[in-house]
């Protein structure tokens, strides 16, 4: 990202290690909770006062990832996600990233490329649980 403090022109991949300032700083402290058989809740720490909101992906270990975006709206931001729709039993891992608006674009502005986005925080992994069948009553 041309918005890092480290920028170099010549790397084609984002593998983590932009160093930014001000809206850039990576969120902190990403745990999972409420982990169920087809649901968890994603959390983090805000990074910075001066972000617009988050990206959140989440993924089957090695598989596509799924993005989703949490706005900041009215000085209120959101450092969690519900996530439903996983599958049981199932090694998942996901990310977070804070963004910055452009300029003009406001709360739930479209995010264009070259916003001024952190780098994403390091992986943080997690498995569903398994769908338990009782036993059949005698």
């Known amino acids: 990202n041309a918005n890092a403090d480290n920028y170099d022109a010549t790397a084609n991949v984002d593998d ?4 930014y300032t001000g809206c850039g700083v ?3 402290f990403l745990t999972t909770t409420n982990v169920a058989t087809s ?3 994603l959390n983090w720490e805000a990074s ?3 972000m617009n909101g988050y990206f959140v992906r989440i993924r089957p270990v090695g598989g596509a990832w799924n993005t989703f975006v949490n706005y900041q709206l009215f000085g209120i931001t959101t450092t969690s996600r519900n996530i439903t729709g996983l599958s ?10 804070a963004f910055c608006t452009p ?4 709360n739930g502005g479209t995010i264009e490329v070259g916003v001024d986005v952190s780098g994403w925080q390091v992986k ?3 498995i569903t649980d398994p769908i338990t069948i009782p036993p059949a009553e005698l």
């Open 16 to 19: 983590g290690s932009c160093i």
């Open 26 to 28: 990576k969120p902190q």
């Open 39 to 41: 649901t968890a809740t």
């Open 48 to 50: 910075s006062p001066n």
């Open 88 to 97: 049981a039993d199932t090694h998942y891992e996901w990310q977070v990233r």
């Open 103 to 106: 300029t003009g674009a406001g």
């Open 124 to 126: 943080v992994y997690f």
